[in-house]
């Protein structure tokens, strides 16, 4: 080896090791993007990255607008143990010809965006530029429902789960489960058949207790409605059963055994979800499809009033139980989205913002949430309609147009995928209140139309011009200046 190979190892070390520990001093926002399934949590990502790396139309993002942000680009992300966003995936789906949708997603994964950017300040401007990483970590909203469960005993946790199973809107779903239950003698000795009968019946339950009622407030365990990788899996294996009197389970019992593996389900699958990735967030946003609530009526919406309750007593426990320990660091900003606003006309946009409004304020107060920031607001991360006017005698109605995916139908009309379609997509009222009457249901023109699948805008990779098109959106650039902008300063 000669010398200057030598100094030139050395050097590509020093480098190595300059960019190393440039890495380490770079501060990292954890952002959180959770919501129910199919509400827009992969696109919200997929769109949210393409417009940081190619840079998008985002006026109401400040650092981009103001011409601060030097290149966003992707980074391997560090957790070893979690899987990745698969963001070229995804993306290569929407510049496929025709474009499609992503695939849905059931696991946790993550991605880790680094903005270098100016300061706004002379003063910090002088400390040379400023780097940020952002980790972008995408979970399943149901996987909330189980926080509660963390601080339940195996009895508390049963004799909910019978009465909430015995509620009128339940009862028919959970029939088979809690006839099973009323027979079992839970001091009876162990025996794996039935702990694996009553855990398939209890999931037979939860899947036909969320089906007209989807929102979080479904009863958990959360993992038994979305298992992911534990599928099969014998963590899964248990399901509630009140003890006989209010003493313990007998050892060697039933009860002893189920109450054995839910514990065994909180430390191996609750806790280091909760520990790993929930209180290392640092801004989370959840994703609402408040349309479909709107479109379903007024007892719809009093259940999304019931989830974000839900979802905010997740991101603030009881200021004394040990829960609000592991969360120490906490959240400091929570964004409610209502997503696919796409599907209104614009002067419907601030209405639907509105509307979430008055339901988070409701679940704030009465869940008594204070101390994070809360915005809500109402966004399309990709649109995938544009808007028209269309005539109607002397009568001009504000339209939305797009091409409805194939097999979508409107009245009669089947469609085929490729022709465009213009729908009135009805107003929304004034009143957000109004809404929640009982009788509130909105006059949406047509119910159907939010109900309509459009295909996604065809993404271009390239251009021939070199410059990458943004990406259309709605108001996708006001939750990123919420959720970043203050670190970008
Ligand atoms: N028009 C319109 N539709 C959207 C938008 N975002 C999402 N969608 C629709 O909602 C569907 C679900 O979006 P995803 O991003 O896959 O939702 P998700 O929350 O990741 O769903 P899971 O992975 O199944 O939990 C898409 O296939 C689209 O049909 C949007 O901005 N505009
Ligand atoms: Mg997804």
């Not at 009895?155 to 809690?178: N, Q």
């Amino acid at each position: 080896m000669r010398l200057s190979d030598l100094t030139e190892t050395t050097a590509d070390a020093l480098r190595g090791a300059g960019a190393a520990l440039l890495d380490v001093m770079t501060p990292t926002l954890r952002l959180g993007v959770t919501g129910l399934a199919r509400s827009g949590k992969t696109v919200f990502i997929t769109a949210l990255v393409r417009s940081l790396v190619a840079g998008g139309r985002l006026p109401f993002f400040a650092a981009m607008a103001e011409g601060r942000v030097a290149r966003a680009y992707l980074q391997p992300q560090p957790d070893d143990a979690v899987p990745r966003f698969a963001y070229e995936e995804h993306l290569g789906l929407l510049a496929n010809d025709p474009p499609r949708w992503p695939e849905s997603t059931k696991r946790i994964s993550q991605l880790r965006v680094t903005i270098e950017y100016a300061h706004t300040t002379a003063f910090r401007r002088a400390l040379g530029p400023g780097r940020l990483h952002v980790d972008i970590v995408d979970y399943p909203g149901e996987w909330l429902i189980d926080l509660p469960l963390l601080e339940l005993s195996f009895a508390d946790w049963s004799l909910r789960a019978v009465k909430d199973a015995r509620a009128p809107h339940r009862v028919e779903a959970g029939k088979d489960w809690l006839e099973l239950v009323s027979t079992l003698d839970p001091d009876s000795p162990a025996d794996e058949q039935t702990a694996l009968t009553g855990a398939g019946l209890f999931t037979r339950y939860l899947q036909a207790a969320r089906t007209p009622d989807p929102e979080l407030t479904a009863p958990g365990p959360g993992r038994f409605l979305l298992p992911g990788d534990l599928a099969g899996s014998p963590l899964l294996t248990f399901f509630p059963l009140p003890p006989a009197r209010d003493a313990a389970y007998q050892r060697g019992s039933l009860g002893a055994m189920l109450a054995r593996r839910f514990e065994s389900y909180k430390s191996h699958v609750v806790m280091p979800f909760f520990r790993d990735h929930f209180a290392r967030l640092d801004r989370q946003i959840v994703l609402v499809d408040t349309l479909s609530a709107v479109n379903a009526g007024a007892a719809a919406l009093a259940d999304l009033q019931r989830t974000l309750e839900a979802v905010l007593k997740c991101f603030r426990p009881g200021a004394n139980t040990w829960l609000s320990g592991i969360l120490a660091r906490r959240i400091d900003r929570l964004l409610f989205a209502a997503t696919k606003a796409d599907h209104l006309h614009h002067t419907s946009h601030d209405r639907l913002e509105a509307i979430l409004r008055l339901l988070a304020d409701k679940a704030m107060a009465r869940a008594a949430f204070a101390g994070a920031e809360v915005k809500t607001l109402a966004l399309a991360s990709l649109r995938a309609t544009r808007e028209a006017e269309a005539k109607s005698g002397r009568q001009r109605l504000p339209c939305i147009v797009g091409v409805p995916l194939p097999g979508e139908r409107l009245g009669a009309k089947v469609f085929d995928g490729k022709a465009e379609a213009a729908v009135f997509p009805g107003d929304l009222p004034d009143d957000p209140a109004s809404l929640l009457a009982p009788s509130g249901r909105v006059a949406l023109a047509a119910d159907s139309v939010h109900f309509l699948k459009f295909r996604p805008p065809r993404v271009s990779l390239e251009s021939p011009s070199g410059e990458e098109p943004a990406l259309p959106h709605i108001r996708l650039d006001r939750a990123i200046e919420f959720l970043l902008g203050d670190r970008l300063l």
